[in-house]
């Protein structure tokens, strides 16, 4: 096993013994039905209303969605992952809902287990099936306030509960804070690598995952290498925290805020114009789009991903690549949250191009590409073992079938993911970061 897939192992293990430290549930079966049926009174707009009312059940978002395709299990179907959230609509808001009450049962506490099942080991928040619904029916969202009315129920599986609580009560993720982005930033000096911590102003404040301090602090060296390169007036603020926002698809609410609170403020205070999210797309789409809904106010920076920054700077001639040894080919694996959610397809295409690489493109890829199947929490997830190695077979299928010599991504957890597939499946695909490639051949 290689080092990093003995780490991530290691990873999973200790979020599963800090799961078995929290109870999963506490409160009586019925406290648990009327939470949710809270939550979705609350979240349930005139959108999801409508997404409710016309779903033709064709069954054509059942065939884009990698869990459905990797097991054929119609439990599996995206819509089918919110028919909680529809019952509750059909009965209690929707016209004649009286007269339906007398024919379609109640939501149950059997219901609530068998669903935070699904929607917390069978979607990856991807978002490929809310581009083939003919209705235009947006079905990922709908799933993330089925999480956010579980999580309220108390009922998210453990390892997410513990996480959020420690997110709440100490500020740092899987034991990661502002002294271990202090040693990573000192391990660099050391390199003859600068990374400047803390400075009070900065043009940009870039952030740190806990997943690179613990998995790949070859991307934040890589990071440091760039924005020095530049010569840009910039900054890592340690108290702005774990850049990946873990909760903001977990469902606990008051975590995810806090984290994006957190982020927004540090970077208010260095009066950066420019926030960098690192390889985490995650993190950026979590920052991007939800960053100013929770503060309540227009966030008066833009918001960039690495592989997106760093494109456009190879783009504007800023920054200057070496062309590597021809005959090079590799696939770019689109990440969920950066490509699909946020419409960042070309930037990095345009990195690659500039090193001189074939790239090999799979047959799913940009708009269209498939999940790695490690999304919104999913590649720590334990219990969706099975699942998520089914998800990944589409995912090796496609990126053998390019003859590419490496698979290269811009997301950590992508990149986690892609690594403990490869190990279960036994496959010698390298996997690549793009701003590691990128860093390693500065002209
Ligand atoms: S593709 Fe759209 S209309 Fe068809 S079953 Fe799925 S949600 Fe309903
Ligand atoms: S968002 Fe992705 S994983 Fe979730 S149901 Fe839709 S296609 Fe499946």
Redesign the pocket.
């Known amino acids: 096993m290689s080092a990093v897939a003995t780490d991530i192992q290691r990873l999973r293990e200790e979020l599963r013994d800090r799961g078995a430290t929290v109870k999963t549930t506490e409160l009586p079966p019925a406290e648990r039905v009327a939470r949710v049926k809270e939550v979705f009174a609350r979240r349930l707009d005139g959108n999801m209303a409508t997404y409710l009312e016309t779903?033709?059940?064709?069954?054509?978002?059942a065939e884009v969605c990698h869990f459905y395709e990797a097991t054929g299990e119609g439990k599996y179907t995206?819509?089918y992952k919110v028919e909680p959230l529809r019952r509750f609509y059909r009965r209690e808001l929707a016209p004649m809902g009286w007269l339906r009450k007398l024919v379609m049962r109640d939501i149950t506490p059997a219901d609530l287990d068998e669903w935070q099942k699904l929607v917390y080991d069978a979607c990856t928040q991807c978002a490929r099936c809310d581009m083939?619904?003919?209705?235009g029916?947006q079905?990922s969202p709908m799933i993330a306030v089925m999480r956010e009315a579980i999580a309220e129920a108390g009922m998210q599986p453990a390892e997410n509960k513990a996480l959020a609580k420690e997110v709440l009560e100490k500020g740092t993720l899987m034991g990661v804070g502002p002294e271990d982005y202090r040693r990573v930033a000192a391990d660099l000096a050391a390199q003859g690598i600068v990374v400047p911590l803390d400075k009070p102003k900065a043009r940009v404040v870039m952030l740190m995952s806990a997943m690179d301090a613990m998995l790949f602090t070859s991307a934040i060296a890589a990071t440091a290498k760039i924005m020095n390169r530049l010569g840009l007036d910039w900054t890592f603020r340690t108290n702005a925290g774990d850049a990946a926002v873990f909760d903001w698809t977990s469902g606990d609410e008051r975590a995810k805020a806090a984290a994006l609170r957190k982020i927004v403020a540090e970077t208010v205070d260095a009066g950066a114009s420019t926030l960098i999210v690192p390889e985490c797309g995650h993190g950026y789409a979590a920052v991007r789009w939800d960053g100013a809904n929770v503060v309540g106010a227009e966030l008066p920076f833009e918001v960039l991903s690495i592989s997106e920054f760093v494109g456009r700077e190879i783009e504007a001639g800023r920054l200057k690549v070496k062309p590597l040894p021809a005959g090079k080919s590799v696939t770019y694996h689109d990440p969920c949250k950066i490509g699909r959610w946020s419409g960042v397809f070309e930037e990095p295409r345009s990195a690659l191009k500039a090193l001189g690489v074939e790239i090999r493109e799979m047959e799913s890829h940009a708009k269209t590409n498939y999940c790695c199947g490690g999304g919104a929490g999913l590649v720590l997830n334990e219990r969706a073992n099975k699942l998520r190695a089914g998800a990944f077979h589409i995912k090796m299928r496609e990126a053998d079938a390019t003859g590419a010599g490496s698979v290269v991504t811009a997301c950590g957890h992508c990149r986690m993911t892609f690594i403990a597939g490869a190990q279960h499946a036994n496959w010698q695909k390298p996997i690549e970061s793009l701003v590691e490639l990128v860093a390693a051949n500065l002209a």
């Open positions: 779903c033709l059940h064709c069954g054509m978002c995206p819509i083939i619904c003919p209705m029916i079905i």
